[in-house]
């Protein structure tokens, strides 16, 4: 006697192999688009690329190197940087060869707990400046010593040097005790590390940190002596060891940075603007706007556009 709707033996077999081709056919297809994901990600972190990362308020920006290798410079104020660190990179990369914290200012160095918390960072690179009084970089000090401890690379930048990956030349400007610097020995944002980089094609971007108007002025008396003292300044072509297509504008656009002299030395193509929407401190200034504008820059903001991506 058989039960109505109860299959037989032999279509009780029919459907467990039907059930079992249909399980082998997702798994090929899961593992087939796995395969895809694993392989773009591959070819694309081979490709040298630059994200000024939205991070609001503050400074944070990934460097991709053709090599695979990658900088983080800066990390923002606190744990978003992580949101977009996820959104930048694989789900499966953990690994961040190169962090570089320009000095330690809050939006700048915050989030850099967080990046050690969650990734294997190699070497940290920093001004070797501190804030002993502050409980926050306390605790950032702490888990650095902890991360080089456990066999993380640090590195201070103490005057100018140049440093090669892969492909690209990194040429370090500050912090240097031969630059005529005229601000106290506590002064935060004139000792930002400023960097400019060359990429594969010779394209370069210059990185300034918090860099404001002493800064610029030091370097351009270093690097730039006959800009300095030319009666021609305005008409003239740029100073060739600070040129850069891309600026990252000094001190998120604030009207104690990015003055015209030193617009007219860098002749940038591209000023990338950092800054939080409707942030208290009237980031950027309109004043650095203008001259911008006036220098035929284009300006591109995270406040507007989110993550920046370079080259386009």
Known sequence: MSLEGVPSAPHRTFFTKSRMILCAVLLVLVGGAGFVYWHY????????????????????????????????VDCGANKVILARLGQ????????????????????????????????????????????EGDSYWQAWDGL???????????????????????????????PDPRLKLQVADDDSNNYSI??????????????????????????????CPDLVTSTLFAQSRGCMRLAANVLKVGHHGSKSSTGW????AVRPVTAVVQSGKNNRYGHPSPRVLKNLERSGARILRTDELGDILLPY
């Open 261 to 264: 002299e030193f617009i007219e």
């Open 88 to 131: 930048a990179l694989p789900f499966y990369d953990r690994t961040i060869d190169y962090l570089l914290v320009t000095h330690p200012d809050l939006d700048h160095y915050g989030g850099c707990l967080d990046v050690l918390k969650r990734y294997r960072v190699k070497k940290i690179i920093t001004n070797g400046k501190s804030k």
């Open 194 to 223: 400023v960097f400019r980089l060359i990429d594969p094609t010779g394209k370069s971007y210059l990185f300034t940190g918090d860099m404001e108007l002493p800064l610029e002025h030091a370097l351009l008396a270093a690097y």
């Open 41 to 72: 990600w591959q070819v694309s972190s081979r490709q040298f690329r630059v994200t000024f990362l939205d991070v609001g308020q503050g400074d944070a920006s990934l460097i991709q190197f053709g090599n695979g290798e990658k900088m983080l």
């Open 144 to 174: 650095l010593r902890t991360v080089v401890d456990g066999g993380a690379r640090q590195t201070i930048i103490t005057g100018h040097d140049t440093e090669r990956i892969g492909q690209v030349t990194l040429e370090f400007f500050s």
